[in-house]
């Protein structure tokens, strides 16, 4: 259907709408007017990502600015999935219109989600094929072969050099499927086709990193303007995303690596002072220059990303005493073994950046400056030394890149040295933490380069967190609540099992065989009523592990065979995505199934579990950080004495937002429907920090619930939702047809006239008022409005008084 | 000879072939088995691939060419766990996946092609079986056919209307109640101090299916020990608490012979499949590929698979169970639809338009034969009628009646409005005439509730439910007459319309069948007509009898006696006016090729 925001034509692929929707877009409207940031909070499942889409390709098609669009979301499975909705919008703009739109759009994920070459892609880990990918690629290879030397190139890279740099793929829009077909047919490289088309595309749709990622943001903000749109989907979890992107740890054994590394490098230099020494000169002598100069013509090259170098960086020269690469690769050494002492201590210390910095200039008179241009003095050998298997260097890149960082900045950040993994060790094995405690640091050049970013979930509650989090302005903050011809979803909370005996995941009675069998039964029960596919969540991996052992000591778990196939996830993701598959085949099939995950963990990320794959969905257990975890201790001291987030309130926070988003996951349409149960006595107190679409939804008589009576409610749910539910009952209430839409307009357009003539009665009679007022001389009686404040004034005091 | 052919799947490392052959006279239909193993190392999947396609490619050409009756070639589903034991087994599960696979995706299932639906005999046989109504419809059109029909061609051509039918039933036999999780359900209990548990002999199969393991060390031991002692023994080692993925403690009982088999890995297969890129957990845990950060917290910290055998226990034994299922997410290999597959998993199905129906659009070209002449011209006149008259004249009439009927002010007595005829009732032909007469009303009232009537008759499900007056074995031959009639006009059709002039000699002899089922309804017809007669004399006594006894006349309405040959007649009508029309369409042709082909 076609409709107006304001001026602008919008069309939306669907001859209905959800008015949340639409609200949705007529606030996301706003705040590219205005060109400022907002977060939206959108109920799951009520199609976030079409009207976002339709609302920005009308934007940019509509206006001459055609702002660029990057949208940004965690996982592959996300990104497809968005742009095959994109895909989709665009050929049904096609069919309006009439004709095709000069339109762009691609997707970005890693060399290895989209390698074609016939062994590099057979590859297990990602870093390997990076690495092979560059050595197969890299321009100097490239030279070489056309010196004549003997080396192999890769013909799907090759390929991208006949076709015209500005058109590697044709118009439209390719989903990374599309584009591995396209590349396949085609024989050129996907990955590298997406990425050299990006500065094209009217839409790019990549993983949060690109943009989160210091040194690639500034590389890609070359191309993309000011006014570009970016858009965080699913951002709930986005704080950990940019501290992640700052966080590093190193082990022992990394140590070792890394010393190997720089031995490795140490060879190679002097095989090269013998056969190429010149070489060397030249790279020492751009270093003189400044890192800015020798970074040219490696755009694609680039090894490994680099943490955050400030412009001053970049300019200045290279420090004198690690200029030349010998000397510089003396310098690392040092710092290595002055890590490797440090690694030697027994109990667990933590300390800033700035006395880490101290100590080390003391023992080793190593200063702060050469380390921070570690990182890019060690990439710019690399590729001097024209290295190849580089994936050998990726430990001493590590340490490269902890020397930049901690010598970068002072706040924000800590190193915590833990020589034990568990209390309960004994043998040591101790790892140096470098952590970022400011989500805000990474994700501020975002804000300060882009003029609108949109943050957008299905659970954001509470919605000022955000801003406050990653330090920035809005000019809109909403949360959508959900309109419902019928209750399609119930959420409930369960606090006590059919014995009455509270549940919880506490760690006092998380393994309490009591609590476990009334945990294990509930699953039984609901296994037994619930149809189709059933979510099972754990808060940790560890605890789901433990309580399924339990449960199949207990029998429960022969006892659910009889009902449901069951599914856990694993450690090992490929194991996953066949348990997955399994899954869904098994809620197709009839037989039903049951899946077991982990609430932060990969399923819960991105995988949606709606209609019958989804019938109910249970959270056993808060899923609450690991509290005695001393990176969560420090941030929260962070959280509180910089941005005034008391400890609890975050914990609470974070652990609710993961909560929502399971329930979330089981509900896609409103014709959908799903059971949701939160089961733990500690939800009651935070039932009011989930969405406010969840929690408007949830009874205050269900919000208490033991087994049985949760049960049999669920029960009766199931039976009602049965029913036949045809598209036209929810017309007009949940769902909008055109007209729907005008009328609504009209009512609105109605609702602000009466607003704007009672504000303009306000002012003239604050205008007589006043004009009274002055002539009636000073002591003039209060309006009586103002009386009726004065009484309440006066109760306060009495208040006070007692 | 109906040969099959198995391979390991493409991760096993060992490379097998096994192609089970039947041959022709075998006793006791037992398949020959051959396995060939292919040693060329790196090479030797190729190798077995190229071999193997050969090979399907000449049996799938054999398959084709005896499309006549077949022996059951659906087998190969089951061909893993049929045949002897060894350490092949252990793949058969994945075995009859891969089978149903490849099935699926290269020369499609068995119900897809039609000629095989019209050659399986044993099919038609069981969907016989399954449907009285069919088997007798069928055996009577056996009986009935002409002598020059052979047996073959016959059932030809009576199954090659019914493939709906046959394919219906081929699915249905297809589907098979899942298998579950067999050790999961076996509880021993304590009797009077003694431990007992009942087994029986389809859980044993079960058993042997889902844990291949468990059939290899049966196979191996017990011959040793006796059936039951290796039960027992089994259900208290701990190969079976691995089995069921419980953790083995110091405590458990060891077990000689059953504990060699503890180090014996089951989930060896994991199978490589792909999975669409909105599942691909692996895909997103790559996605970027220069990830930092802290590791997880120790609680998120996945332990080893050791400590919780469980977990992969579980995984493993539901991918068992619907291995010979489809998946849900197969990749389609045809390019293009996976996006359509995944925009349509996207799509707000309630935002989506009303779907449009789908109805099979009739082509009728010429619509008025089908209705007798006598209709025709029926409708003709009336619209000529109608043609004729002047609409201002009619228009000028309406207003008169009305200011007649409806006087000035408005103020008008109900009655008349309803039933404004009253002052003229004398008049019979100008009250017909009236609009909103009583007459007309009834009239149209009545043709309201007659069409109402014929609409429940047309789309009553069970119209057997009203006989139509005759006795229920009358118009049990009745239907049946009705069938044949029509299974045979079909054939004639089809024939007749060929223009093939090699079934010149066919038509000719289902002209006479077509002869024979006019005869065959006219028997009917007698036979209707006699039981009325009877019936009506019936009443004729009884009304007799009365009179005889209390003097009273009884009136009685014969016409009210249904059924006779009237009701035949009614019932037949289209399929005799249908039959004539196929012998005149005959005579017509026959003598039209009489004159041109004068007899030499």
Redesign the interface.
Known sequence: MKFFIDDLPVLFP?????PEQYAYMCDLKKTLDAGGHCVLEMPSG??KT?SLLSLIVAYQQHYPEHRKLIYCSR???E???AL??L??LMSFRAKELGYTEDFRALGL?????LCLHPSVKREK???V??ARCRSLTAGFVKEKKERGEDVELCVYHENLDLLEPHNLVPPGVF????LS?YGEEHKQCPYFSARRMMPFCNVIIY?Y?YLL?PKIAERVSKELSKDCIVVFDEAHNIDNVC???????LTEDSLRKATRGANNLERKISEMKSSDAEKLQNEYTKLVEGLREAEQAREEDQF??NPVLPDDLLKEAVPGNIRRAEHFVTFLKRFIEYLKTRMKVTHTISETPLSFLTHVKDLTYIERKPLRFCAERLTSLVRTLELINIEDYQPLQEVA?FATLVATYEKGFLLILEPF??EAATVPNP?L?F?CLDAAIAIKPVFDRFSSVIITSGTLSPLEMYPKMLGFETVLQESYSMTLARRSFLPMIVTRGSDQAQISSSFQIRNDPGVVRNYGNMVLEFSRITPDGIVVFF?????M??I??MW??MGI??SI??YK????E??D?????????????????G?G?LL?C?A????S???DFDHHYGRAVINIGVPF??T??R??KARLEFLRENYRIRENDFLSFDAMRHAAQCLGRVL????DYGVMVLADRRFQKKRNQLPKWISQAMLESETNLSTDMAVATAKNFLRTMAQPFK?RD?EGIS?WSLADLEKHREKQMLEEERLRREEELVNARAANGAYYGGGGGGGAAAPPDDEFDDDIDEDLMMLDAQ | MSPDQQSTPATSPKVMLKIHVLPPNAADNTPEQYVFNFTAGANARAEADAIKDALSAAIQAAKAAQAAPTPPVVAAGAGGSGGGGGSNEGVSAAMAMANAITAGGSYGKPWDDDKRLQGDMELQQSLLKSNPQLQRMFMESMGTKPETLSAGQFMKQFWSTRLHLLRAHAIERSQTRGSYNVLSTLKPRVEDSVTKLNISKEQIQLIFNQHPLVKQVYDENVPKLSETQFWSRFFQSRLFKKLRGERISETDATDAILDKYLKADEHGNLRDAQVPHFLDLAGNEVNHSQRRGNRPDLDMRPSSVEKVPIIRTLNNLSEKIMANVAPADAIPQANGDTEDDTYNELQLRDLRGDEEQRRILLNVKDQSRFFSSQSKTDEDEESRLFAQQDPNRILNDLRGEVDQNLPEGGIVPIGRLVEPEEDDDDDEKKQASQVGSRANLKRASSQILEAIRDRRTQTEVSAISGTFGLSSALYDRLTLTHATSTEFLHQFWQAFLSGNPDRAGEVASLVESLNRAMDRIKAVQQDAEAERQVEVNRLRRHAREVLEATGKKLRINLANVAGGEQAVTRLLGPTIRALETALTKYKDALAEEMKEMPPA
């Open positions: 669907y001859p209905r709408i959800y009520t199609g079409v996982t592959m499975s990104i497809e999935k095959a909705e895909k989709a994920t890693s060399r290895k989600n880990s990602g870093t094929v990076d989903t990374l499927d599309g077909r993983s990193h990622d501290i992640e992107s700052l966080s590093i740890d490994i990303s890149t993994e568990s790892v933490h952590t808060p940790s991996y560890l605890y592990e433990s399924i052992s199949q000591g778990l022969d065979w009889n196939l069951i599914l856990v694993t450690p993701a490929q194991e996953s995505s066949l348990a997955l598959e399994t899954y869904r085949t098994a809620c197709c099939n037989r199934a077991f982990v932060r963990g990969k399923v990320e991105g995988i950080q690991y005695e975890s990176i969560l896609r349409g409103k014709d598209a929810q769902t």
